[in-house]
């Protein structure tokens, strides 16, 4: 079946650690990929997206994410996390008319 | 301008029962989709209105159901709750259809007991 998969359920990583979080899908053709966190008690945000052009794009708070065609990749990527960056981060695939999640990954940054 | 507004916030129902959810999207936006969240599962999509019309639907039973109001306005409804439909349901609004960005509510946590 058709999916997004995200390998990590949850990381912990110390403050000024790098962070890669990894997402794959497996959808066909065209898509548009997007990254989205979730602070704890509020709502989803759109941290970064991709539709075209440059694979290598940059989002809000530092964060940026890598589209790889070949691998059916989109990972998201921080050089240096901060305390403020503990949420769940999702993965999302826009392969037609819906959004598809992945299962989400749980960061705990420790300070 | 106002976010997306899910009502209520939280809601205890008991097995057998019904629940409907409102969702009022962004001003302006035409398109409403339901998620579904739960632990360990993200979000499974169940359904997406646009222009008062369903135009993609999940894998969910039919117990699930939606609709949109001509003002844009969405509810869901669950029928016979289940315990295992227990969750957080989400409501993203969007321009158009076609989801090229979601904005999401803050959610419906309902608790089936």
């Known amino acids: 079946a058709q999916s997004v998969s995200q390998h990590n359920h949850h990381v912990i990583l110390s403050e000024a650690a790098s962070l890669e979080l990894g997402c794959n899908y497996s959808y066909g053709g065209t898509v548009n990929l997007f990254w989205y966190v979730q602070y704890p008690g509020q709502h989803l945000q759109l941290l970064l997206k991709?539709?075209?052009?440059?694979?290598l794009v940059k989002g809000i708070k530092g964060f940026e994410a890598e589209f790889i065609k070949s691998k059916f990749s989109f990972n998201l990527r921080k050089p240096s996390v901060q305390w403020s960056d503990t949420a769940e981060y999702f993965c999302?695939?826009?392969?037609?008319?819906?959004?598809?999640f992945g299962a989400g990954t749980r960061l705990t940054v420790k300070p | 301008k106002a976010g997306v507004t899910q009502t209520p916030r939280y809601l205890i129902k008991t097995r057998g029962q019904q629940v409907t959810l409102s969702c009022s999207p962004i001003?302006?936006?035409?398109?409403v989709s339901w998620y579904q969240q739960t632990p360990g599962q993200g979000l499974q999509f169940l359904f997406e209105y646009f222009s008062e019309t369903q135009r993609n639907k999940g894998n969910f039973p039919g117990r699930f159901s939606g609709r949109q109001f001509s003002n844009s306005r969405s509810e869901m409804n669950v029928s016979t709750l289940e315990l295992g439909d227990s969750a957080l349901y989400l409501c993203a609004s969007n321009l158009q259809s076609g989801l090229t960005e979601a904005f999401f509510g803050q959610g419906t946590r309902l608790t089936v007991v």
């Open positions: 001003s302006g936006h035409r398109s």
């Open positions: 991709y539709f075209s052009g440059d694979p």
């Open positions: 999302a695939v826009n392969p037609g008319e819906d959004m598809r």
